[in-house]
Antibody
Framework: QLQLQESGPGLVRPSQTLSLTCTVS??????????WNWVRQHPGKGLEWIGY???????YYNPSLESRVAISKDTSNNQFSLNLNSVTAADTAVYYC??????????WGQGSLVTVSS | DIQMTQSPSTVSASVGDSVTITCRAS??????LAWYQQKPGKAPKLLIY???ILESGVSSRFSGSGSGTEFTLTIRSLQPDDFATYYC????????FGQGTKVEIK
């Protein structure tokens, strides 16, 4: 069974880059089975898909965030990462990493609250 | 972009009641739809995928139906543990979620 764990700073300054890492156990980020996703949830709001990376390194992003987002993977540490640049207060949210075998999300991390504030 | 609209936003119900939540897509998504349950401070939990397939380990009191643009999630005989927020998610084109439906205790 896959387990995912987010890590990264809880506070990011406006205009800076938000960086989070998801460590995967129980499976490999090189697996041809899974898509590795990031999803966020603004405080008290619904869920927003950010994007995913596939085993090949191919990435797909939410068009609304595409200009500011990059998802990458680190095979040696079995991790994948999210970078979101030029952040504003509107990027304050709980960020989840999640794996998808067939495009729906079966395994989730516990979530990481990131606050954008000076 | 495919927009997902859930109704109602909130439903008040009692233990033992049945509840139905509707999810409408702005265009056909065939059966590429999943349902999740989320409790405060927790990650969402997959309940149903492909519109009607129950995830392993999920109670059979949950059922999903629909295709095309209209889908429903039905919870029979509500239990205390079922009071939560429910989201639909399409995976026909990119991914997008409905805005959520909170099932609260009447």
């Amino acid at each position: 069974q896959l387990q995912l764990q987010e890590s990264g700073p809880g506070l990011v300054r406006p205009s800076q880059t938000l960086s989070l890492t998801c460590t995967v156990s129980g499976g490999s980020v090189n697996s041809t089975v899974y898509y590795w996703n990031w999803v966020r949830q603004h405080p008290g709001k619904g869920l927003e898909w950010i994007g995913y990376i596939f085993h090949s390194g191919s990435t797909y992003y939410n068009p609304s965030l595409e200009s500011r987002v990059a998802i990458s993977k680190d095979t040696s540490n079995n991790q994948f990462s999210l970078n979101l640049n030029s952040v504003t207060a509107a990027d304050t949210a709980v960020y989840y990493c999640a794996s998808a075998e067939n495009l729906y999300f079966r395994y989730w991390g516990q979530g990481s609250l990131v606050t954008v504030s000076s | 972009d495919i927009q997902m609209t859930q109704s109602p936003s909130t439903v008040s119900a009692s233990v033992g009641d049945s509840v139905t939540i509707t999810c409408r897509a702005s265009q056909s998504i065939v059966s590429w739809l999943a349902w999740y349950q989320q409790k405060p401070g927790k990650a969402p939990k997959l309940l149903i995928y492909h519109g009607s397939i129950l995830e392993s380990g999920v109670s059979s009191r949950f059922s999903g139906s629909g295709s095309g643009t209209e889908f429903t999630l039905t919870i029979r005989s509500l239990q205390p543990d079922d009071f939560a927020t429910y989201y639909c998610q399409q995976y026909d084109d990119y991914r997008s979620f409905g805005q959520g439906t909170k099932v609260e205790i009447k």
